[in-house]
């Protein structure tokens, strides 16, 4: 076990009440203080390799946490750390400084039932995360670096092994949400003060179980289909970070239009992985159901299955979704 595993600081017995999903990144702007001889002289090398740093977490402060939904409970929990001067900065500002150092640990959970209720807590680390504030562009041809940060992603088994290589495929996708606001999602980070609460997303509100949950899927389950309007809403809510709906028109994953009865991996304008090209699915609607429902497992390897592990849960949304893309062509 890693020293970051034996010395989390600010999670303690940290629990998390079974709930639906959490998020992740809001800022704006850059500071002009930089600090060039604590970050980019320690941590980042003249070419823009990103280290971890060695003493981790001392000097560091841990700023707020994400509980991600699984099936069941919560799937992972991502704790946030960030320097001191780094949250003093931002507080002031209400934008991280250059050369802020942000760190996330992505654990792995478990749940029991507590007094409390249904809870979750922390376990092994899945892997890291780290972002260094770059104000200056310093490393352009560096392909770990753009949009005004490093990004880089640790071996959870030994942090002086940097496993990131594209930062728009390997980490920026999951930030989309957020790009409007220099890509971090502050305000679900309570140590950076009334200046990280903006930009909530729409709806945003305390979790609570649904006491019609049940029935819901239920009957998702026994009319067999889906509303193409409500489809379009739910598309927009869940898919339109990453996929377009114009012919053509590639992002973080393919464009969806015409994607109904076409052959996986063979819509033009985009770059697929070799496992969905050579999957052999075409896209029916129980196919388009099952990828949406578990898209790690119905094509293993694909890029999907990466970036959005826990899929669509609610059987309903599902064929709403379903529906939806039925009516792109």
């Known amino acids: 076990m890693s020293k970051m595993n034996r010395n989390r600081t600010g999670q303690g017995a940290l629990m998390f009440v079974a709930a639906g999903l959490l998020g992740l990144s809001a800022c704006k702007g ?43 409970g919560v799937a992972d929990i991502h704790s946030v750390y960030a320097r ?11 934008r991280f400084p250059d050369g802020a150092v942000l760190i996330k640990e992505v654990s792995a959970s478990r749940g029991a039932k507590h007094t409390t209720g249904e809870a979750f807590w922390p376990t092994d680390t899945k892997t890291w995360f780290m972002m260094v504030k770059d104000a200056k562009g310093r490393f352009g041809d560096n392909p770990l670096w753009g949009d005004g940060w490093g990004w880089a992603q640790f071996d959870p ?29 502050t305000y679900a980070y309570p140590a950076l003060g009334p200046r990280g609460q903006v930009n909530l997303p729409e709806g945003a509100k305390t979790a609570a179980m649904t006491p019609d949950a049940a029935g819901h899927e239920a009957s998702a389950a026994t009319d067999g289909k889906g509303d193409p309007a409500a489809g379009k809403l739910a598309f927009e809510t869940t898919c339109v ?26 819509g033009p304008g985009y770059a697929y992985s070799p496992e969905m090209t050579n999957s052999g699915v075409t896209w029916t609607p129980e196919n ?41 062509k």
């Open 157 to 185: 088994a030994d942090t002086t092994r940097q496993i990131a290589t594209d930062y728009k495929t390997d980490c920026q996708s999951c930030h989309i949400p957020a790009q409007d606001n220099d890509w971090i999602y």
């Open 288 to 328: 388009l159901a099952k990828h949406l429902e578990k898209p790690k497992e119905f094509i293993p390897g694909n890029r999907m299955g990466n970036l959005f592990p826990n899929g669509v849960r609610d059987s309903r949304h599902r064929m709403d979704i379903v529906a939806y893309l039925g009516t792109l």
């Open 241 to 266: 970070a990453c996929h377009s709906t114009v012919a053509g028109k590639g992002g973080v994953g393919p464009s969806l239009a015409g994607v109904a009865g076409r052959k996986a991996g063979t």
């Open 84 to 94: 001191p001067s780094d949250v003093d900065a931002f507080r002031q500002a209400g």
């Open 30 to 72: 850059t500071q002009d203080t930089p600090v060039e001889a604590d970050t980019y002289s320690s941590l980042v090398s003249e070419r823009g390799e990103i280290s971890f740093p060695a003493d981790f977490p001392d000097g560091f402060r841990f700023i707020g946490s994400w509980a991600v939904a699984g099936e069941g």
